[in-house]
C-alpha cells in the first residue's frame, strides 16, 4: 500500500491505525523464531525490565549483536494502534540521543519491537537506586540533561516529522556504554503537522508525576507539555528524589514545590543529591547546579507560554546568559497533591474549579493565592465544585486586602472544608476562618 499522493506525515494513535503494509516498507520485519532463540524462549533471566504494555528483554542474534526486544501484551485494537505508532515513528527517526529502532515482528498475535541494546539500561536506575547513583558525577548529570535537551528539540523542531512524546520520564532514557542519553519508549507519542502546534485527545495520558496541569484540565498536548515533564526530569536527576512519591519533613509533597523554595532561598544544598556534591566538587559545579535548577523550574512553570522551548533550552544550558526568574510552580498529580494556586484572575478559579471536580478525590491539599482583582463569586464556584467532591482545601491568602477578605469570606460560606490566613486582617477575614472551623469540627 502506498502513501496517498502529497501525504508526508502518519498519524497513528487512538484514533487512526495505518497496515503493517506501511510499517513493512520502512524496517526489517525479523521473524519470531529468531527473536525466540535470540531471548532463549523469552526466559525470565533475559527480563530487563516490564510496564504497561509488555516485557522488555535482553537478546543475541547469530552474529552477536545485542538487542533489546519489547514484547508487547496480547492486544486490544488500541495496543495494536500503540505498536503501529512505536513502529512508524522511530523508523522515521535518526538522531545519536534517540533510540535506535532494528526491526519488528508481527505474528499471530505477537507484536515485538527490536531495538539496539544499552548496557547501562535506564536512567532511574542511577538517579533512584541506593548504589547505581554514586556512579553519576555531575559531570555525568549534566550531560545527559544536555543529551536529552537536544534530542527533545530534534523531535520538536529538527526531524523530518514533528513529535510529541508525551511520556518523557527519566526511566524512558536509555543509557549507552559511554552514558550518552537516549530518547526511548514513544508508544503514545503524537505526530502532529508544522501547522499544528497542539493535540487533544480524550484521556490524560502519561506517567504520574509527569504530567502537565494544563493536560489534567483540557486533555491538550503540546511541545510545552514535554518541555514540562523535561523539567520534572531535570529536578530529579538533580534531587535524586521521585516527583511523584516525593516528600520530606517540611511536609511537602511536590519535589517541584520543594526544589523552588530551596533554589528561592538559596539553600539548594539542602535537597541537592549527596553523591553529586563529593570532596572532588569544584565551585563551578555548584553554580552550574543552580542553573540547571532553574532552568528545571522554568520547565515546570503552570502556564505554558511561561515554559521555554526545547531549542532554546539547548541555548540556556550552553551559555551564561541572564535567565528568567520562575514563579512558583503548579503541580497536579492523580494521587497526592500540594498544589499552590497564583491565582489573579477569575479564569484561573474557574480552572481550578474544573480541576476539582472532574480530577481528583478526597486527598488533596491546595494553597490558593489570590494576587489581584479575584471575583468572589468566582472563588465561591470553585469552593463549591470542592466541596462537592469532598476535597481538602486550603487557601492561604497573601494579600490583606479587601478583595482577599471578601474573598475569604465566600469561600467560607460556600463550604470549604479548610481555610487558613496568612495575613488575618480584617472581621471579615476572622469570621471566615471561624466559620470553616466550625466546618471541620462538624
Known amino acids: 500500500m502506498q502513501k496517498p499522493s502529497g501525504a508526508t506525515d502518519l498519524l497513528i494513535d487512538g484514533d487512526r491505525t495505518d497496515s503493517y503494509e506501511v510499517v513493512a516498507a520502512r524496517v526489517q520485519r525479523i521473524a519470531f523464531l529468531t527473536i525466540a532463540e535470540a531471548t532463549n524462549d523469552f526466559c525470565d533471566s533475559n527480563i530487563l525490565g516490564k510496564g504497561g504494555f509488555g516485557t522488555v528483554y535482553k537478546g543475541k542474534l ?69 548504589t547505581e547513583s554514586s556512579k553519576l558525577s555531575w559531570k555525568i548529570r549534566h550531560k545527559i540533561i544536555k543529551g536529552i535537551a537536544r534530542g527533545m528539540t530534534y523531535l520538536h523542531h529538527d526531524s523530518c516529522v514533528t513529535i510529541i512524546h508525551r511520556d518523557l520520564k527519566v526511566s524512558n532514557i536509555l543509557l ?42 483540557d486533555k491538550i498536548f503540546t511541545k510545552k507539555t514535554d518541555v514540562f515533564s523535561f523539567g520534572v526530569v531535570i529536578l530529579e536527576i538533580i534531587s535524586g528524589k521521585a516527583n511523584y512519591k516525593f516528600t520530606n519533613s517540611k511536609g511537602e509533597t511536590s519535589l517541584l514545590t520543594c526544589m523552588w523554595r530551596n533554589w528561592e532561598e538559596e539553600s539548594l544544598l539542602e535537597v541537592v543529591d549527596p553523591s553529586i556534591m563529593d570532596s572532588s566538587s569544584s565551585p563551578l559545579t555548584m553554580i552550574q547546579i543552580v542553573r540547571y535548577t532553574q532552568i528545571g523550574l ?18 540556556m544550558f550552553e551559555s551564561s546568559t541572564e535567565l528568567p526568574r520562575p514563579k512558583p510552580p503548579v503541580y497536579f498529580n492523580s494521587d497526592t ?49 470542592a466541596t462537592a467532591s469532598m476535597t481538602t482545601v486550603v487557601v492561604r491568602f497573601a494579600a490583606a486586602d479587601a478583595t482577599a477578605d471578601a474573598a475569604a469570606y465566600y469561600i467560607a460560606t460556600a463550604g470549604f472544608i479548610g481555610v487558613s490566613r496568612r495575613t488575618q486582617r480584617s472581621d471579615a477575614a476572622s469570621n471566615a476562618a471561624s466559620c470553616v472551623h466550625k466546618t471541620n469540627k462538624n
Open 298 to 315: 522554568l520547565c515546570v512553570q503552570n502556564i505554558p507560554q511561561d515554559r521555554p522551548t526545547m531549542s532554546s533550552l539547548v541555548v
Open 62 to 130: 547469530v552474529e552477536g549483536t545485542d538487542i533489546a526486544v519489547k514484547r508487547l501484551t496480547r492486544m486490544s485494537d488500541s495496543g495494536t494502534s500503540q505498536f503501529l505508532n512505536e513502529v512508524n515513528l522511530i523508523s522515521e527517526l535518526q538522531h545519536f540521543n534517540v533510540i535506535s529502532l532494528l526491526g519488528y515482528c508481527f505474528h499471530s498475535d505477537e507484536h515485538i519491537l527490536v531495538f539496539e541494546y544499552h548496557a547501562n539500561r535506564s536512567l532511574d536506575l542511577y538517579i533512584f537506586g541506593s
Open 337 to 385: 497533591t500540594y498544589s499552590t494556586f497564583e491565582i489573579g484572575s477569575t479564569s484561573m478559579l474557574t480552572t481550578m474549579s474544573s480541576l476539582v471536580r472532574t480530577e481528583y478525590s478526597t486527598r488533596h491539599t491546595y494553597n490558593v493565592l489570590p494576587c489581584g482583582n479575584v471575583s468572589a463569586s468566582a472563588a465561591a464556584s470553585a469552593s463549591a465544585a
Open 176 to 217: 549507552d556504554k559511554d552514558m550518552n542519553p537516549k530518547i526511548s519508549d514513544f508508544g503514545i507519542s503524537r505526530l502532529v503537522s508544522r501547522d499544528h502546534i497542539q493535540t487533544n485527545t480524550k484521556k490524560v495520558s502519561g506517567t504520574r508525576g509527569y504530567i502537565a496541569p494544563e493536560c489534567w484540565s
